[in-house]
């Protein structure tokens, strides 16, 4: 299933999600989605390079002409749910319901070929893991939904760090976790990226230069808006210590990145991956 496995390959990809959408009054709040995908873009641009944009169906719905240029531009469309509902808030018939109905949107949108799926929230876990079955039935090739370690919200602690099919079709790529002091944590993407010092970072992705398989990250509309209204983000239990944490160091985001680049690593879509160097 393709040549060899590139081990400084950086599988950077954007959750592109409205969080207006989820509140009850939050179209009263500014629209900043499109023009924070267009900064993303641009740094993609400026690197030549290809990245996953896991969709949520609503996003595709309100912003049709931002998903034609992400796909002219030669990235990745795959599903992130359609109202980023997490699995363990949906029945298995909801949720089937709910991934067409994405799959759906996005092809309106103008997405061309469909593999991937990201769970909102990594909740797909040990008891949700029911999901594999639906994403074979819908001709998914690929999930990037697993947060293997222990975590407040979402964790399979015992799916470990290694790349593997799940089933004959659905091959599923766990999200990079990494030791920092007491905790296992995603240190290449969201919150987690933000709050971690430069040179604690710097020193994971050193080590993960040694490993044998990509560098995963993941980031939001929101992780390089500085300008957003302060609000309580959904998703978080309403507490206050990680509302402040959606909020902080936004603007450092680009500045580690580049720092990732310059270590030698390269991005592309989650799709080329599998393809082409994906060795299972």
């Known amino acids: 299933m393709g040549t060899s496995l590139n081990n400084k390959l950086f599988l950077f990809s954007i959750d592109l999600e409205d969080v207006r959408f989820l509140l009850p009054d939050g179209k009263k709040f500014k629209e900043r989605v499109p023009y924070n995908t267009e900064v993303y873009l641009k740094w993609l641009d400026k690197n030549k390079f290809k990245c996953t944009f896991f969709t949520v169906g609503d996003i595709a719905e ?86 293997p370690a222990k975590n407040p919200l979402y964790g399979w602690e015992t799916f470990g760090n290694k790349i593997r099919k799940v089933n004959e079709k659905i091959i599923e790529i766990p999200m990079t976790i ?20 430069e040179f604690v970072i710097k020193s994971k992705i050193k080590n993960h230069s040694a490993a044998d398989n990509p560098l995963l990250g ?32 936004r603007s450092g985001v680009f500045e580690k990145l580049d720092r990732i680049i310059e270590a030698g690593f390269t991005v592309d879509t989650y799709s080329n991956y599998i393809h082409n160097y994906l060795v299972l």
């Open 218 to 249: 993941y980031f939001h509309p929101y992780d390089i808006d500085t300008e957003q209204e302060r609000f309580m983000h959904p998703g978080i239990n309403e507490s206050k210590l990680y509302n402040y944490l959606m909020y902080y160091n």
């Open 62 to 147: 309100h912003y049709p002409a931002l998903i034609k240029e992400i796909v002219a531009e030669g990235h990745e469309i795959a599903c992130h749910t359609y109202r980023h509902i997490p699995l363990d808030k949906q029945t298995k018939a909801e949720f089937k319901a709910d991934l067409e109905k994405n799959i759906n949107a996005l092809y309106k949108a103008g997405a061309k070929k469909i593999e991937g799926f990201r769970a909102p929230i990594f909740s797909l876990t040990e008891k949700t893991q029911w999901a594999y079955a639906v994403l074979a039935d819908l001709n998914i090739a690929y999930s990037s939904s697993v947060f």
């Open 178 to 197: 990494g030791r920092v002091g007491p905790l296992h944590i995603p240190y290449g993407g969201g919150v987690y990226f933000r709050m971690l010092p």
